[in-house]
């Protein structure tokens, strides 16, 4: 009764020094794909970056770089500089290949996927979709049905006048004919 009379503060923001560093420059990294106009909650988990006890494995001037590119808008630009904080890259030209086992720079494991834990850093962009039914997709339309009629037009016109069942019974009465003719 006394928990109802007198309740204790809500904090938001409660003491996150103990989530790794890491963690939150991932977080941080999530934000900037999937909802890259929420600039509180990257900037949000930016500072709590920078505030971590746990900062191992996490280039805190590239965090700093990545924040003044938040200042800017340039949206591109923190999250090429956060993955580089973290050791995450996707390489695109061929050149810098890494081997998959390797321990990125300042981490004492690798992480391999496991249960819930997807073992990347890497986050991808979203696949646009494919749009909106256009011209050019009614007349494909069109021209498959159109090309489905003819098969099936040429089919009948074209079928055999006899099936296979009726000659088979028509080989069969002749092969009984000609047994007795031979036989009687």
Do not use: C
Request: aromatic residues 4%; glycine residues 12%.
């Amino acid at each position: 009764m006394l928990s109802l009379a007198f309740p204790g503060a809500a904090f938001a923001h409660g003491d996150e020094g103990g989530v790794p560093a890491r963690e939150n420059v991932l977080q941080a990294i999530a934000y900037v794909v999937n909802t890259p106009d929420d600039m509180d909650m990257i900037t949000d988990k930016l500072t709590d970056a920078k505030e971590s006890e746990d900062q191992e494995g996490v280039d805190m001037t590239e965090v700093d770089r990545a924040m003044q590119a938040l200042d800017q808008g340039d949206m591109p630009q923190v999250r090429l500089l956060l993955e580089q904080s973290i050791g995450a890259r996707a390489d695109l030209s061929g050149l810098d290949v890494r081997h998959v086992l390797q321990v990125a720079p300042g981490s004492s494991t690798v992480s391999l996927a496991a249960g819930q834990d997807p073992g990347t850093l890497i986050v991808t962009d979203e696949l646009t979709g494919r749009g909106a039914w256009s011209g050019s997709d009614s007349a494909l339309i069109g021209i498959a049905a159109a090309a489905a009629a003819a098969g099936v037009l040429l089919g009948w016109r074209f079928r055999p006048a006899h099936s296979i069942h009726t000659l088979r019974r028509r080989a069969a009465l002749a092969g009984r004919s000609a047994d007795q003719k031979g036989g009687g």
